[in-house]
């Protein structure tokens, strides 16, 4: 079976940093872009951006261009979402998701890892 | 930036009934267009890809079409299991935006 599988929940303090996971099976991991989206409570989705694992290949959405960081370890099979220093604002699910190219469009997608960010 | 606009915001419709819900782009993405469907607490399913390729297990009830600046995802007979929130995503050159979802409620 084809999956993503994140990781669990975290609850942190502005200014902590944090690095969430995606864990691939079922398919050639190094071969599909992977991409993460956000989606903050009670809003609609935003792409933020995708990483080839193969090469670690990296595009971002202007919007979160330096505001987070994505990698790969293809060894491993995971991709990853990083902050350095977590908002308030940063509070969302966050969803990763298999991206061939072909189609444009996201086919598999993880369970959502949400992010509480908290005084 | 590609911007993406759906509309209605909200559509109420019945169980059985057609219902068309409309995505446009600030500017032209060939058929780069996607729709997904998703259901509270859930994450997004992937219905539509290419603007009218149906993915595969997704019912033949959904449709898609249009390319350039003007899509549509059609329902041609509602089933209860479809009352959700309906995203489009257009895709350009390795980045893409979503549009702000349409809810389809109950009548």
């Known amino acids: 079976e084809v999956q993503l599988v994140q990781s669990g929940a975290e609850v942190k303090k502005p200014g902590e940093s944090l690095k969430i996971s995606c864990k691939g099976s079922?398919?050639?991991?190094?071969?599909?872009?992977i991409g993460w989206v956000r989606q903050m409570p009670g809003k609609g989705l935003e792409w933020m951006a995708i990483i080839y694992p193969g090469d670690s290949d990296t595009r971002y959405s202007p919007s979160f261009q330096g505001q987070v960081t994505i990698s790969a370890d293809k060894s491993i099979s995971t991709a990853y979402l990083q902050w350095s220093s977590l908002k308030a604002s940063d509070t969302a699910m966050y969803y990763c998701a298999r991206l061939p190219i072909a189609q444009g469009a996201f086919d598999i997608w993880g369970q959502g890892t949400m992010v509480t960010v908290s005084s | 930036d590609i911007q993406m606009t759906q509309s209605p915001s909200t559509l109420s419709a019945s169980v059985g009934d057609r219902v068309t819900i409309t995505c446009r782009a600030s500017?032209?993405?060939?058929?780069?267009l996607a729709w997904y469907q998703q259901k509270p607490g859930k994450a997004p399913n992937l219905l539509i890809y290419?603007?009218?390729s149906l993915e595969s297990g997704v019912p033949s009830r959904f449709s898609g079409s249009g390319s350039g600046t003007e899509f549509t995802l059609t329902i041609s007979s509602l089933q209860p299991d479809d009352f959700a929130t309906y995203y489009c995503?257009?895709?350009?050159?390795?980045?893409?935006?979503f549009g702000q979802g349409t809810k389809l409620e109950i009548k």
């Open positions: 079922g398919y050639s991991f190094t071969n599909y872009w």
């Open positions: 500017q032209s993405i060939s058929s780069w």
């Open positions: 290419k603007a009218s």
């Open positions: 995503q257009q895709y350009n050159t390795y980045s893409g935006t």
